[in-house]
């Protein structure tokens, strides 16, 4: 089965006729058998180094509006799989596809993430003994670690929004409670979402993003040097940054079966922990030096939250009108 978000299955095939990120049914009829043809023609699938053409392909609208095209295949009995996604190659730069084949007991034979420079996975179909199970699960944690990061180092919104808290933080304490609930909120509906307990859509995650930023940012203006309850505040917009994070994860074709999304959850979690801290651990020592100075706190941090208010009202407006 693979699973597309709709802003990806619509770079492959123009399904959404009025590109609001919600497939209609009618929308979704018309474009079916095109998306059937390119996917057949790009999902290469080999057995024993035979290609493999797919017996029959069903495409449907999940419950959370995403795409999944499910391909059956004659297969006999086989030592080795060969897996090539082509259709990456026509997808945004940068993306990911979650590759995880499973025996008929639903035990995980291989599982990583796929890109354009690495479009191919082979799965030995013998059972594995346990050093290689072992390596095959190193190797996909080290994925979705280096995603997580990756995606938080890229995450421009993100970090302003947290460099917008940290600009008027005082000290390590202040810091330190300001990033933790950051954390421990987006962590709690980044599962939520990520398993579909939860949904929101990116049309309205994105512009609740950006205004949380504005809000931080006028939020330092008004209240100047010392704002009060910012880990309240934080951790109430941490919710919704979590959602941002979760369609990250999801683009990568993400299930919500357990036993397929635990590690790459956990492993992504931890990468854009350690993408945070690495971001904090730079600039906190460069803010709390600054601070020192009486210039600083009266000119040049009330400049920095009118920089995070106009780049948050930039990104709130662009992501609304996109809509």
């Known amino acids: 089965?693979?699973?597309?978000?709709?802003?990806?299955?619509?770079?492959?095939?123009?399904?959404?006729?009025?590109?609001?990120?919600?497939?209609?049914?009618?929308?979704?009829?018309?474009?079916?058998?095109?998306?059937?043809?390119?996917?057949?023609?790009?999902?290469?699938?080999?057995l024993?180094?035979?290609?493999?053409?797919?017996?029959?392909i069903r495409i449907r609208l999940d419950e959370n509006n995403n795409v999944e095209v499910h391909l059956d295949f004659h297969i006999a009995v086989v030592s080795t799989l060969d897996i090539q996604s082509k259709l990456i190659g026509s997808l945004p730069n940068g993306h990911r596809?979650?590759?995880?084949?499973?025996?008929?007991?639903?035990?995980?034979?291989?599982?990583?993430?796929?890109?354009?420079?690495?479009?191919?996975?082979?799965?030995?179909m013998t059972?594995?003994?346990?050093?290689?199970?072992?390596?095959e699960s190193v190797s996909s944690f080290a994925d979705f670690l280096t995603l997580g990061v990756k995606h938080i180092l890229t995450g421009y919104d993100h970090l302003l929004f947290l460099l917008g808290l940290l600009v008027v933080a005082r000290?390590?304490?202040?810091?330190?409670k300001i990033i933790t609930g950051f954390t421990i909120a987006h962590s709690f509906t980044l599962a939520l979402a990520t398993f579909g307990l939860a949904r929101i859509p990116s049309r309205i995650v994105e512009p609740l993003i950006a205004a949380s930023?504005?809000?931080?940012?006028?939020?330092?203006?008004?209240r100047g040097d010392n704002p009060q309850a910012r880990q309240l505040l934080t951790f109430?917009?941490?919710?919704?940054?979590?959602?941002?994070?979760?369609?990250?994860?999801?683009?990568?074709?993400?299930?919500?079966?357990?036993?397929?999304?635990?590690?790459?959850l956990l492993s992504f979690n931890v990468g854009v922990e350690l993408g945070q801290i690495m971001v904090a651990a730079a600039a906190l020592p460069i803010i709390w030096k600054l601070r020192e100075s009486p210039v600083f706190i009266a000119r040049w941090a009330p400049a920095c939250s009118a920089t995070v208010v106009l780049l948050g009202s930039f990104w709130f407006v662009e992501r609304l009108s996109m809509n």
Request: charged share 20%; net charge negative; glycine share 10%.
């Open 97 to 124: 596809q979650y590759l995880q084949v499973q025996d008929l007991a639903g035990k995980t034979i291989t599982e990583g993430l796929l890109s354009a420079a690495r479009d191919r996975a082979t799965a030995q």
């Open 236 to 264: 109430g917009f941490g919710f919704i940054h979590g959602f941002g994070f979760a369609s990250a994860l999801r683009e990568t074709g993400i299930g919500s079966r357990t036993g397929g999304i635990v590690l790459p």
């Open 127 to 135: 059972l594995p003994n346990r050093s290689l199970a072992v390596h």
């Open 213 to 222: 930023i504005v809000y931080v940012g006028v939020d330092n203006l008004l």
């Open 48 to 56: 024993d180094g035979k290609l493999a053409r797919p017996e029959s």
């Open 171 to 176: 000290g390590f304490a202040s810091s330190l």
């Open 1 to 46: 089965m693979l699973t597309l978000a709709v802003k990806d299955a619509t770079q492959l095939v123009e399904f959404n006729d009025n590109h609001d990120g919600t497939l209609t049914q009618a929308e979704f009829a018309r474009a079916r058998s095109q998306l059937e043809a390119v996917v057949a023609a790009q999902l290469i699938v080999a």
